[in-house]
């Protein structure tokens, strides 16, 4: 089955960095386009970034533009998040999202549990 | 703010039917699919519906999904209690070239 677990979560300082992961298991990493979706304490759901099934592509919210880096290596089923100069606002549980196409239409199918990310001194 | 509006909070008595609301704009829900999640308390998102009406396999018919031009709702009948749960819709928007959520319902059931 479709299995997503991230990792690299924890507290950190303002204006430093932190890599996430999301190893993925279950299906064939290398044929989908993965995002990065972030959740603050007690808010809703805020999408971060996107890369394609190939890592050519890469779209950011502006939010984070400059700053984060979504990238992924096929040969290890892996997804990752680089977070540099974080800023308290980065504070979220981050999870990683499949995205399936079907008839013209982009969807999250499948969640990892979420990392907790809390940016503070 | 959200680019996508949803209505805080929605309730229901067991039984009943409810709608949720999401309203967005030509950049988002009236040039691109709207997508529903379903998210329970303490836990990641569930994909509820997804272009605009589909039902993923395991979702119950109770549940639908329709949109017309710049709006789009979620529709539950049936509620149940374990209905109770937080509610977004998402979008892709050609204009921010990203994926766009609704702030979230909050469905309580009565």
């Known amino acids: 089955q479709v299995q997503l677990v991230e990792s690299g979560g924890g507290v950190v300082q303002p204006g430093r960095s932190l890599r996430l992961s999301c190893a993925a298991s279950?299906?064939?990493?290398?044929?989908?386009?993965m995002h990065w979706v972030r959740q603050a304490p007690g808010k809703g759901l805020e999408w971060v970034a996107a890369i394609s099934f190939d890592g050519n592509s890469r779209y950011y919210a502006d939010s984070v533009k400059g700053r984060f880096t979504i990238s992924r290596d096929n040969s290890k089923n892996t997804l990752y998040l680089q977070m540099n100069s974080l800023r308290a606002e980065a504070t979220a549980v981050y999870y990683c999202?499949?995205?399936?196409?079907?008839?013209?239409?982009?969807?999250?199918?499948?969640w990892g549990q979420g990392t907790l990310v809390t940016v503070s001194s | 703010q959200s680019v996508l509006t949803q209505p805080p909070s929605a309730s229901g008595t067991p039984g009943q039917r409810v709608t949720i609301s999401c309203s967005g704009s030509s950049s988002n829900i009236e040039s691109n699919t709207v997508n529903w999640y379903q998210q329970l308390p303490g836990t990641a998102p569930k994909l509820l519906i997804y272009s605009n009406n589909q039902r993923p396999s395991g979702v119950p018919d109770r549940f639908s999904g329709s949109k017309s031009g710049t709006s789009a709702s979620l529709a539950i009948s049936g509620l149940q209690s374990e209905d109770e749960a937080d509610y977004y819709c998402a979008a892709w928007d050609d204009g921010l070239n990203g994926v766009v959520f609704g702030g979230g319902t909050k469905l309580t059931v009565l």
């Open positions: 279950g299906f064939t990493f290398s044929n989908y386009a």
């Open positions: 999202a499949r995205s399936s196409f079907d008839s013209g239409s982009h969807y999250f199918d499948h």
